[in-house]
């Protein structure tokens, strides 16, 4: 168990040692973060590079980390947990310093099984909303108990310094889709809310979280959209608990793309989700500073690495390679192997990535489709089967020699597509860049495309963190880059209006 919790003295402190890195207050708080935090989105235990990139970043100099109980089904939290616990236990960090977001009310994987067995005990967790098969979402007392004592334990934390409901509109979503009427869906929403409220507050006097608040993906969306957060009514909903209350952080997307948080006027005093929330001295972290969705379609505010352009021909000829590679795999080394049919078989179909590409390399539709595609799922596959296979290297000469070969063909194949569908993505690439560079002077300086997003959102006024997905060292190195060039922070509602008047899509 790491005892404490982030303190203004210990947290100032560590803007001091790692000067001139960009730091904010966090409003009310007094805590003071630097000005990007590590995202926990698809980091997880076990997976040495996001330790690494972890460990560093908080070694130099990030100092905010934001995780969700439903990360990597608990697996961020754990990751989190265990680095803190190392750099803490060695002296090199002190707990005092950090500042810990953690979200609830997701049920997937674990949770979801949970929910599931509870509903056969006949004591389902109360208020549950069920989204889909295999996603659930709550916010009951019940189930926020449950689960701040998962988080802390798998963060081997005594308290956290934030706690936040992860998008608690799921439940307008839901109420929406199966034709509740609006005004009587919000009431409900709201009281929801409150209850949740009511019971953080006993939480924070018992000592287990020191703040709570909300992470909404609708916070910056237009009032009468049907699962709209209003932030000014649930700043209301904190008042009428206590003058003294706790409420004092919301998480909320901005991005080059999405631009609502600065410019829709959605609060009913007439004030955008931002304006609001620094008039009431509210921390404000920002999500998806690198991933814009854009006419329902994700993309990677990132340079494009460089492709040759191939040929569609010669891209098909790559992939005909792969694929023999493959069979060669399965028909002429797999009997070789004991290994039982029925793993064969798996290993077959887990390895038929050629047969994959044959079908569908024309129908991936932008370069950060393919890329999602590639990370997510083809390259998991093939390293999977690797690792399975590697034990086997030293008794058979010809798996040895074809794994290497084997991933040589798979780069090359992985290339070949990719050419496909880099051109386009880096004309659009610079697109985006010329835009920020005619909508703000400071957004125009020196830096990768990456660092502009992040310096276009940290350089405006209200915004105290970002969250960046620092999967890998290189990212990290990127981030602290950024922060190290000097930024003057300000509204900057002109230059986000000039930026959504520029063709950047």
Known sequence: MIHGHATREATERQLQKHHPLAYNRLETTKLSTSQAGFGCYRISAGVAHHEKALRKALIEGINLIDTSSNYADGDSEALVGKVLQELVGQGRLSREAIIVVSKVGYLQGQNYALSQDRKQQGRPFQELVPYRNGLEHCIHPEFLRDQLDRSLERLKLEALDFYLLHNPEYYLEWANENSHPLDAARDEYYRRLQAAFEYLEDEVLQGRIRYYGISSNTFPAVADQPDFTSLETIWKIAES?????????????????????????????????????????????????????????????????????????????????????????????????????????????????????????????????????????????????????????????????????????????????????????????????????????????????????????????????????????????????????????????????????????
């Open 241 to 505: 608990l206590d003058s003294n209350h706790h409420f004092r952080l919301v998480q909320l997307p901005l991005n080059l793309m999405e631009t609502a948080a600065v410019l829709e006027k959605n609060q009913p005093c007439g004030d955008s989700v931002l304006e609001f929330a620094q008039r009431k001295g509210l921390g404000v972290l920002i999500n998806r500073p690198l991933n814009a969705f854009n006419r329902n379609q994700l993309f990677r505010l990132a340079q494009v690495p460089a492709f040759k352009e191939q040929h569609k021909d010669e891209i098909v000829r790559k992939i005909q390679i792969l694929s023999k590679s493959e069979k060669s795999l399965w028909m002429k080394i797999l009997p070789t192997l004991n290994v039982p049919p029925g793993l064969q078989t798996r290993i077959k179909e887990q390895m038929a990535i050629g047969d994959n590409l044959k079908h569908h390399w024309l129908n991936f539709g932008t370069f950060e489709r393919w890329r999602q595609i590639k990370t997510g799922n083809l390259q998991p596959r093939i390293q999977g089967v690797m690792d399975f296979l590697e034990p086997y290297y030293n008794q058979n000469e010809n798996l040895s020699e074809w794994s290497v070969s084997h991933r040589q063909r798979v780069d090359d194949a992985f290339d070949a597509v990719a050419s496909l569908y880099a051109g386009n993505a880096a004309l659009r690439v610079d697109r985006i860049r010329r835009a920020v560079a005619a909508a703000d002077q400071e957004w125009a300086l020196e830096g990768t495309l990456s660092q502009k997003a992040l310096r276009a959102v940290r350089s405006t006024g209200g915004v105290s963190c970002v969250l960046v997905g620092m999967r890998r060292e290189a990212y990290v190195s990127d981030v602290i880059a950024e922060l190290r060039r000097p930024v003057s922070q300000k509204t900057r509602v002109a230059s986000w209006q000039a930026l959504t008047e520029h063709e950047v899509d």
